[in-house]
């Protein structure tokens, strides 16, 4: 399929442009145009990660939707009415828009809407309501309901383009801004806001599990020394490569930056002997890395506290004590492991 740049739009040229199988046509009245044009080129070649749930019992209207997603490169799936969307989600967990009709046997479209809105937030998923109705009140009732957006039968196809590329694009800037929200700049790992977020969830969730849980604080050794010697962009490389062993080394725990030098960890196991091994060889495979910085080669240590979680303590009070281990660990010697005592 391809993009046509035209530079006139009467009547006749635009039911030629919609009789193609194109993806779309653009005007070349505006600079605009070109805007609008390196959009569509973008998500064109992006768009298959994106997957749609088409809803509706007609199957001539529900064809004709994913045909118009699939000129655009869209993941596409079909459902005949409400139940069978929920099960289609629930199939296709990675579904991130419906477009679902309204007059549908079973289940219609409103009360699907509600029930995908107690689970999947706006910031999650897109929901566009569709309906061929003339009553005035239909479009206000979906977004009440939980709706993101609102069609009416029958749509152009310019227009429907526009508003899945609009819903699309707001899902990405909030998933910008969540990240933004609960990451480091610098090292891409988690913030102390979500560690401590995070932490207490799975805390308070734990259920009868038998596993054990540990809450780790570490520290670089002499980072500052390292600032001052070699600059402050080696102490960035520094920062780096210590998430990028915590991501290799902890693989499913819960990881996080919290500022300065400061890391915390979350992790468990069966048995606590194992859980210090780990971190005992964690504290070693840092000793051992090596950062190219020049012509000569930078190694650094860590120093690390950590204690048992129980459900009786909050997540502030867990990771102070991990705080307090870290800094007998200090005082100690330093490049060693401390549990704490409390």
Do not use: W
């Not at 919609?18 to 653009?26: A, H, K, M, T």
């Not at 570490?218 to 920062?239: A, E, P, S, Y």
Request: charged share 25%.
């Amino acid at each position: 399929p391809g993009i046509v740049m035209t530079g006139r739009m009467d009547d006749k040229t635009r039911t030629q442009m919609l009789s193609l199988p194109i993806v779309d046509y653009i005007t070349k009245d505006n600079v605009q145009a070109f805007d609008y044009l390196s959009r569509i080129l973008k998500y064109q070649l992006t768009n298959h990660k994106t997957s749609i749930l088409v809803v509706d019992d007609s199957l001539i209207a529900r064809r004709q939707v994913c045909k118009l997603l699939a000129r655009r490169n869209f993941t596409v799936y079909e459902a005949c009415d409400g139940h069978k969307a929920l099960e289609a989600i629930e199939e296709h967990p990675d579904i991130t828009m419906v477009i679902t009709d309204n007059e549908m046997p079973g289940m219609g479209g409103v009360e699907l809407v509600q029930k995908l809105r107690k689970d999947h937030d706006r910031n999650k998923m897109v929901i566009i309501g569709v309906s061929g109705t003339s009553k005035e009140y239909q479009s206000a009732r979906f977004i009440k309901n939980g709706a993101d957006d609102y069609l009416t039968k029958p749509f152009c196809p310019e227009e429907f383009y526009c508003r899945i590329t609009q819903n699309i694009e707001k899902l990405h800037y909030l998933e910008q801004i969540e990240r933004a929200a609960n990451t480091d700049y610098l090292t891409s790992m988690y913030n102390r806001r979500y560690f401590y977020a995070k932490a207490e969830e799975i805390n308070q969730n734990r259920g009868d599990t038998s596993d054990i849980y540990v809450i780790a604080m570490m520290d670089i050794d002499f980072f500052k020394k390292i600032n001052d010697t070699h600059g402050h962009d080696i102490g960035d490389q520094v920062l780096v490569e210590l998430s990028a062993l915590c991501n290799q080394h902890f693989p499913s725990a819960l990881t996080a930056r919290f500022g300065g030098e400061e890391f915390a960890i979350m992790l468990s196991g069966a048995e606590l002997t194992d859980l210090e091994s780990t971190l005992d060889a964690f504290i070693v495979a840092v000793a051992n890395h090596v950062i190219k910085v020049k012509n000569e080669a930078l190694q650094f240590t860590l120093s690390l506290g950590f204690t048992v979680m129980d459900e009786l303590h909050s997540i502030e009070e867990l990771l102070a004590q991990a705080d307090q281990a870290l800094y007998k660990a200090k005082a100690t010697g330093r490049n060693k492991l401390v549990m704490s005592s409390s």
